[in-house]
């Protein structure tokens, strides 16, 4: 049912915690499921230096946590801006589709700490303003196929 790489960041995550001094936090989540994802970002000179997360969830959230994490430290900014779900999910050789809003989550959380760290050091980063992130709303139906 799960991959050997999906429990591997479920039972050994990386970059559990919180940053005490973040340039920029997202959090998401759905009541309905239960998963909540708090990301902590630290940038200097446009680069993440340092990404935490704390997850409240299942293990595919805590992998798709883990892994996203991975995925996005010691990249600039626009190259975390770029990262999607499905490639979340590749990462982790796949997630079972009823998993699969657990990827979604992790980006939204990236993209919700991005547009943090943009307003608090006011940067107009190309592409990020026009991202809109429902943290309301059933992610089950965002899946990207």
Do not use: W
């Not at 997202?26 to 239960?34: F, S, Y």
């Not at 340092?50 to 996005?72: L, R, W």
């Amino acid at each position: 049912m799960y991959s050997q790489k999906v429990m591997d960041h479920f039972t050994n995550p990386r970059n559990v915690g919180e940053i005490e001094t973040p340039d920029g936090v997202g959090e998401v989540g759905n009541a309905k499921c239960g998963d909540i994802m708090k990301i902590y970002l630290k940038v200097e000179e446009n680069v993440i230096t340092d990404v935490k997360f704390k997850t409240y969830g299942c293990g595919s959230a805590i992998a798709s946590s883990s892994m996203a994490t991975e995925m996005i430290k010691g990249k600039t900014v626009e190259e975390a801006l770029n990262l999607t779900n499905k490639a979340v999910a590749e990462a982790l050789d796949g997630l079972p589709p009823v998993k699969m809003h657990c990827s979604v989550l992790a980006e939204q959380a990236i993209k919700k700490a991005l547009q943090d760290y943009a307003r608090k050091n006011n940067l107009d980063i190309p592409g990020l303003t026009d991202i809109e992130i429902d943290d309301d709303h059933d992610h089950h139906e965002e899946i990207e196929d």
